[in-house]
């Protein structure tokens, strides 16, 4: 018999609605990482947060809201695979199970294509497409498919066009999609949904990194804003909590429409 839903439609997104989920953040120390962890745990889950800065994701968990659960930090390096290995046996001795995770870490610089070098190349699709492959195949292997249950999002990026300069960040976006696409398929009669987010240009700390001024970058977007990461977080808690039980192998799209202008002259 197929799985039937449980949820009320009033209840999207409730104090409560994640109570008994255990839930891993990667990139949890900042940006859509942070607020992600800190939405999911005053929803109710039970969250560990990834990162390779244990002060940044000290700072996270210092912020966790009153009554929520304790937010468990675990630095880490997810390019590393045997390190990613000891930590899910951490996750694993400690929560019993995964049911939720968020790949949210990431990273890349802007260059031109023709300047980008082998390893320059390998350094972002190592952060961008390998770790989460690893991360979310060996949870699903070790704790989804033996429970019988599981949401993955993955978080990707737009425009869906082609953006100079993000030649080799964009390739590994890409693949992710697809691979989200292709396990929301293989993974389906497990009780597991994938799904991934694509964000429009988010005001960060690492965003201010790239030393661009919001009044100007606004003016390419149709509603004349920079997102926030409290706003990519909401559509990543949507699709964990039960209203999102339909939803699988897509990518979302919450970008303030900049897939759909043109550039700004």
């Not at 839903?5 to 409560?16: A, K, N, Q, W, Y």
């Not at 390893?119 to 429970?147: E, K």
Request: aromatic content about 4%; charged content about 15%; proline content about 6%.
């Amino acid at each position: 018999m197929s799985e039937q839903p449980t949820f009320d439609p009033s209840d999207v997104l409730r104090p409560g609605c994640l109570t008994g989920r255990v839930a891993v953040v990667t990139g949890g120390g900042s940006g859509i990482g942070r607020a992600t962890a800190l939405l999911l745990a005053r929803l109710g889950a039970q969250v560990v947060i990834l990162g390779r800065r244990a002060d940044a994701l000290e700072e996270t968990r210092a912020l966790a809201p009153d009554g929520a659960l304790e937010v468990t930090a675990i630095p880490v390096d997810l390019r590393e695979f045997a390190d990613v290995d000891a930590v899910i046996d951490r996750i694993l001795a400690l929560h019993g199970r995964v049911d939720l995770l968020v790949n949210n870490a990431g990273g890349q610089f802007i260059a031109p294509a023709e300047s980008v070098s082998a390893n320059g190349f390998r350094a972002v699709t190592r952060l961008n497409l390998d770790a989460p492959w690893y991360l979310t195949t060996r949870l699903a292997a070790r704790s989804m498919i033996p429970n019988g249950y599981g949401k993955v999002v993955s978080v990707t990026m737009t425009p869906l066009r082609g953006i100079p300069g993000m030649a080799h960040s964009s390739a590994a976006r890409a693949a992710v999609e697809s691979l989200t696409r292709t396990l929301a398929v293989e993974w389906a009669p497990h009780g597991i949904r994938l799904a991934a987010v694509a964000p429009g240009i988010v005001h960060t700390q690492a965003w201010e990194g790239y030393g661009l001024r919001p009044a100007d970058v606004s003016g390419v977007i149709p509603l004349r804003r920079l997102q926030q990461p409290e706003e990519v977080a909401g559509v990543i808690a949507f699709l964990l909590s039960p209203a999102g039980d339909y939803v699988t192998g897509t990518t979302i799209v919450a970008d303030g429409g900049w897939n759909l202008a043109g550039p700004s002259l």
